[in-house]
């Protein structure tokens, strides 16, 4: 069955701290993997995209990693702000491009950020 | 990157009623855009697939007469959630490709929270 496990469901950290959020998928044939921002009542906001062959990608302040091999997949934010508050989604597309219908997504981990 | 726009951000209606919501790519054209529904702490879950100039392809479990899609231009899918019930309420978004075929990103409208009373 395809699926996209995020852990930790919630979090809270203070502010001006690190923090890395984990992402575990059994999706196949794997395309790429996405990491959205999902500020509460809004949509989602991309923030990397990597495909099997990209282990790390940097977007600012935020540093997604990718292991192919054991289907597993990071999401490091550094130095956090207020405005990191929000709902990080885990994507996993299992075809090149394509359609939609094919992306599947984690439940998100809600982080939350203290003064 | 590209702009998707919906419409309204936040609607309440009474239920019975039918309530439409607008998608618009503002800066680029769309063959293809996606409905997703999403229930609180749950992952977005596509609903269908709306086609510009011919029937929108629905998931299974999700009924085409209760949610009825309209892809009347390029730039514009509708989503009409007829008949609305309670079980409707529910915070729905639409998405957009800018590209056909290749790698495609996935633009997100803002949602539009719907609550039947």
């Known amino acids: 069955k395809n699926q996209v496990e995020q852990s930790p469901q919630s979090l809270i950290i203070l502010e001006g701290k690190n923090c890395t959020l984990q992402?575990?998928?059994?999706?196949?044939?794997?395309?790429?993997l996405r990491w959205y921002k999902q500020d509460t009542g809004r949509g989602p906001v991309s923030l990397t995209i990597?495909?099997?062959?990209?282990n790390t990608k940097s977007n600012g302040r935020y540093t997604a990693t990718l292991d192919a091999d054991t289907k597993q997949s990071s999401l490091h934010i550094t130095a956090s702000q207020l405005s990191d508050s929000a709902s990080y989604i885990c994507?996993?597309?299992?075809?090149?491009?394509?359609?939609?219908?094919?992306?599947?997504f984690g439940k998100g981990t809600k982080l939350s950020v203290k003064p | 990157g590209a702009v998707v726009s919906q419409h309204p951000s936040w609607v309440i209606c009474k239920s019975g009623t039918s309530v439409k919501i607008e998608c618009r790519s503002l800066?680029?054209?769309?063959?293809?855009m996606f409905w997703y529904r999403q229930f609180p702490k749950q992952s977005l879950m596509l609903m269908a697939t709306?086609?510009?100039?011919?029937?929108?392809?629905?998931e299974q479990g999700v009924e085409k007469d209760k949610f009825l899609i309209n892809h009347a231009s390029l730039t514009l899918s509708t989503l009409t959630v007829t008949s609305a019930h309670p079980e409707d309420s529910s915070f729905y978004i639409c998405?957009?490709?800018?590209?056909?075929?290749?790698?495609?990103?996935?633009?997100f409208g803002q949602g539009t929270r719907l609550t039947v009373v």
């Open positions: 800066d680029f054209q769309a063959t293809t």
């Open positions: 990597m495909t099997f062959s990209e």
């Open positions: 998405s957009a490709p800018p590209g056909q075929g290749g790698f495609t990103e996935a633009f």
């Open positions: 992402c575990n998928y059994t999706v196949s044939p794997f395309s790429n």
């Open positions: 709306s086609n510009e100039g011919s029937k929108a392809t629905y």
């Open positions: 994507v996993v597309s299992r075809f090149y491009g394509g359609s939609q219908g094919n992306l599947i």
